[in-house]
């Protein structure tokens, strides 16, 4: 049996995906989570073969659980579901661990296949993602530059950043002014307009 736990903030979203899985004579699904702190606590407990997981949740998000799972050197192997096309996501996905990166609109056979091509060590990522990850180029941005960015968009000033972030307000402005340069942006809000639409926040 191939035991999977899934994580899913949107209750009807993780129940349809659990009940068209169940229908697979040889998956199991071992335990539903309905944010990346579940999640984890459910893989470390239950040791599934796979986590099947959305990037964008409540807390931890779907990368930083694989990117903790990896740092863990856990069994688990991750598959991304997700909405979102967005190059960034997949290049911070591959370079994260994650074994498989699907869209939800991809059909219930192909994600099934995938689960077991995955659960076999094998890798799924659609070539259309794939090559547009390929055209977009690297994530310019730095850690810190992102954590500046994301904060930013929540409207908060250098000086809020700053103490956030643990840092001072001129290197706030520079993580910003850095970052803006490096999207060609003519502010903070277009940089961060910008990373977002590449998946790099």
């Known amino acids: 049996m191939i035991r999977i736990v899934l994580a899913e903030d949107q209750a ?4 349809a995906i659990a009940a068209l899985l169940a229908l697979e004579p040889d998956f199991a699904i071992v335990g539903r989570a309905a944010n990346g702190d579940e999640a984890l606590a459910l893989v470390r ?3 599934p073969d796979i986590l099947l997981t959305d990037i964008e949740m409540p807390g931890r998000t779907g990368l930083d659980c694989a990117q903790i799972l990896a740092a863990d050197k856990a069994r688990t192997a991750v598959v991304i579901v997700t909405t979102f096309a967005r190059p960034g996501y997949l290049e911070r996905a591959r370079a994260a661990g994650v074994r498989g990166y699907l869209l939800k609109d991809t059909p219930v056979d192909e994600l099934v296949a995938a689960i077991r091509t995955v659960a076999a060590g094998g890798r799924v990522i659609p070539a259309d993602l ?3 990850a390929w055209e977009a180029g690297s994530d310019p ?3 810190r530059e992102r954590d500046a960015l994301r904060l930013a968009e929540e409207g908060l000033s250098n000086k809020d950043i700053a103490r956030r972030l643990g840092l001072s307000p001129g290197t706030v402005r520079n993580y910003l002014s850095e970052a803006a340069g490096k999207l060609g942006a ?3 809000i277009e940089a961060g307009r910008t990373a ?3 998946g790099w926040l």
């Open 196 to 198: 977002r639409a590449n």
């Open 141 to 143: 941005l730095t850690d």
């Open 12 to 15: 009807l979203v993780l129940g």
């Open 186 to 188: 003519v502010n903070r």
């Open 130 to 132: 794939a090559a547009a």
């Open 45 to 47: 407990e239950l040791t």
